[in-house]
């Protein structure tokens, strides 16, 4: 049965430790192809909250549904098939970059990966690499610019043409330039996939269809990004510094 994209959080209390909650009761329902963002502190929860998506992490109290299924009874391997984590630590290896795309996909052929790679805005320097996708990354892919990697890791992603998105924005900057392919990319890829963006670009934010603000791991406000800003609360702070 193709999975569609309904990610449903009931009552959802985690921690890491006995007795520190991390998520206090966190409630949240996203449709397929909707974008909902995290925003908050260090510290807050949001990639908690993509380690639980993820069963990285099991839950013992409230409910987590994938398509209205418990995601504890779905196989760990065929929940993750489902989904791409981008951008932050996109572990890169020892091998073509053709190989390091195709890690999203193993059975994808060339013509699918210069696609993904299209899509993801990674073409464009790849093919002026001396030899183009056949070049060989070093471990960690650390021949290559940070930007680079990212685009690596949206074009990975795209070949897997994953149900879930999970966007988790690197802090560190990049030039202005691969800062506009990566948002273009990335806004491609996105299309008509559930994302969870944990973002620092308000950019990226700003027009997701909910933005949840998580503090101390509860969501103290959520909305639109123009609801929020009427409610001048935290959201508001944030935006306005
Ligand atoms: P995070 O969920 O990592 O917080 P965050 O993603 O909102 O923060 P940042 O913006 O800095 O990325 O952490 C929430 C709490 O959980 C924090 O006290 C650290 C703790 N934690 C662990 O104990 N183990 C883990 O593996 C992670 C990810 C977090
Ligand atoms: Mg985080």
């Known amino acids: 049965i ?4 309904y990610i449903t959080f009931k009552d959802v209390n985690f921690g890491y430790d006995e ?4 998520l206090k009761n966190i409630n949240l329902y996203a449709k397929p192809g909707q974008k909902i963002a995290f925003v908050g502190s ?3 929860g949001k990639t908690t ?4 998506i993820n069963r990285f992490y099991e839950i013992n109290d409230g409910t987590i549904l994938f398509d209205g299924i418990d995601i504890r009874r779905i196989n760990k391997h065929d929940l993750r098939s489902t989904m791409s984590i981008v951008l932050q630590d996109v572990h890169l290896f020892e091998g073509t970059i053709k190989d390091n795309i195709r890690y999203g996909r193993l059975d994808a052929t060339d013509e699918e990966i210069i696609e993904a790679a299209k899509l993801a805005n990674a073409h464009y320097f790849i093919k002026n690499l001396p030899n183009g996708y056949d070049t060989m990354l070093t471990a960690d892919g650390m021949n290559l610019s940070q ?5 690596l890791s949206i074009a990975r992603a795209a070949v897997a043409d994953p149900t879930i998105l999970i966007l988790d924005e690197a802090t560190s900057s990049v030039d202005t330039r691969t800062e506009k392919l990566i948002v273009e990319g990335m806004d491609k890829l996105m299309e008509g996939r559930t994302t969870f963006v944990i973002a620092h670009r308000l950019s ?3 027009d997701s269809d909910a933005i949840m603000v998580l503090e101390h791991g509860e969501i103290i406000e959520r909305g639109d990004h123009e609801e929020l800003m009427n409610l001048k609360g935290r959201y508001y702070e944030l935006n306005t510094g």
């Open 204 to 206: 990226t934010v700003r």
């Open 42 to 44: 260090t510290g807050a």
């Open 19 to 22: 007795g520190k909650r991390v």
């Open 147 to 151: 930007g680079e990697r990212q685009l």
């Open 49 to 52: 909250v993509t380690n639980l």
């Open 2 to 5: 193709p999975l569609r994209g």
